[in-house]
Nanobody, 125 residues
Framework: QVQLVESGGGLVQTGDSLRLSCATS??????LGWFRQAPGKEREYAAV????????DYADSVKGRFTISRDDAKNTVYLQMNSLKPEDTAIYYC????????????????????WGQGTQVTVSS
């Protein structure tokens, strides 16, 4: 049974940093992504990492501030978030795509097969 478990969210101030973790189990994936969803808004792509070669991509809204990485030994993906802004406030989800999924759809939520429960990030001004 595949499980994705996020952790690391919290309440911080503008300019602070947080590191989110996504512990995976029960499967091997082609790529893993981070998405976020603010109240009243659609789920938004943030970043993705290809598991076997480490290729990385970011949404323009987080590029230069967020860093995605993985720890193969722990089957865990991280999202280091620096210089946080109030507009980063959202529930953050990690998602995993099975082998065979098209990487060109990495920014589309429907591409992914598994989702975590989400972790709340709140940035106060």
């Amino acid at each position: 049974q595949v499980q994705l478990v996020e952790s690391g969210g919290g309440l911080v101030q503008t300019g602070d940093s947080l590191r989110l973790s996504c512990a995976t189990s029960g499967g091997a994936f082609a790529f893993l992504g981070w998405f976020r969803q603010a109240p009243g808004k659609e789920r938004e792509y943030a970043a993705v990492i290809i598991w076997n070669d480490g290729y990385i991509d970011y949404a323009d809204s987080v590029k230069g501030r967020f860093t995605i990485s993985r720890d193969d030994a722990k089957n865990t993906v991280y999202l280091q978030m620096n210089s946080l802004k109030p507009e980063d406030t959202a529930i953050y989800y990690c998602a995993a795509a099975n082998w065979g999924r098209n990487y060109s759809g990495r920014s589309v939520a429907a591409t992914y097969d598994y989702w975590g429960q989400g972790t709340q990030v709140t940035v106060s001004s």
